[in-house]
């Protein structure tokens, strides 16, 4: 099983409005990571998560806020989100840090209005 | 800092034709990763192949293969015999230096296979 699974695959919610998204993965992979991926750009790296742990954050505003509560979730936590942050949003997971390819989920297709 | 450019933003093809997607690359570190993917318009990100920088010979996955130049610092994805399902937007990545499998993306190339 090679799957990364997101949910929900499409979002739309207001600017006060908490949401939050899903990713699951069983391959047993101890990285997870969220990217943004806005319309005709590439995905740009927001957190990772390395054994549970918050390892790298782009510099990330507070209104998006990640979780992992065990090695085969990972929550994305949104809040007071603006129409700038509607976006396509990837999670994905890799074997190890470092050396290998990350497996990606289909993405969450998020709209605020 | 690691640097992907795809200068091909469209590319045309006719079905169980050949193409190449050109990408180049920059970055300070002896030791990286090249990775290719396919986006289609469902939005999933699917690996494709994987390059090390110490790997002697070029990697091949299938139809796909990549044209590892070094020294010009380039890592083109070759596509043989292309069919309709290939049309996608295609990234090239490079494994960033954090340790962690993050990943550095070109722009994209987005490639229409006609009939």
């Known amino acids: 099983d090679t799957e990364v699974t997101q949910t929900p695959k499409h979002l739309v919610m207001g600017m006060t409005n908490k949401k939050s998204l899903k990713c699951e993965q069983h391959?047993?992979?101890?990285?997870m990571y969220w990217y943004k991926q806005k319309a005709k750009k590439p995905p740009e790296l927001m957190f990772v998560?390395?054994?549970?742990?918050?390892?790298i954050n782009e510099s990330v505003p507070s209104r998006f806020s990640p979780e992992c509560p065990n090695s085969s979730l990972l929550n994305l936590h949104l809040h007071a989100l603006q129409p700038e942050d509607s976006a396509l949003y990837l999670c994905?997971?890799?074997?190890?840090?470092?050396?290998?390819?990350?497996?990606f989920g289909q993405g969450t297709r998020l709209t605020v209005v | 800092a690691q640097k992907i450019t795809q200068t091909q933003p469209g590319m045309f093809v006719q079905e169980k034709e050949a193409v190449t997607l050109d990408c180049t690359y920059d970055?300070?570190?002896?030791?990286?990763?090249l990775f290719w993917y396919k986006q289609p318009s469902s939005g999933e990100m699917i690996f494709l192949i994987y390059?090390?920088?110490?790997?002697?010979q070029n990697a091949t996955e299938g139809r796909y293969s990549l044209n590892f130049q070094k020294a010009r610092k380039s890592a083109n994805l070759v596509i043989s015999a292309s069919q309709l399902g290939d049309s996608a937007m295609y990234f090239c990545?490079?494994?960033?230096?954090?340790?962690?499998?993050?990943?550095?993306f070109g722009k994209g190339t987005m490639l229409l296979v006609s009939p």
């Open positions: 994905a997971s890799s074997q190890k840090t470092g050396g290998t390819e990350a497996f």
């Open positions: 390059q090390g920088s110490y790997d002697q």
């Open positions: 391959m047993g992979h101890r990285a």
């Open positions: 998560y390395s054994y549970e742990k918050l390892s």
């Open positions: 990545a490079m494994r960033g230096d954090s340790g962690y499998s993050t990943l550095t």
């Open positions: 970055t300070s570190d002896p030791s990286y990763g």
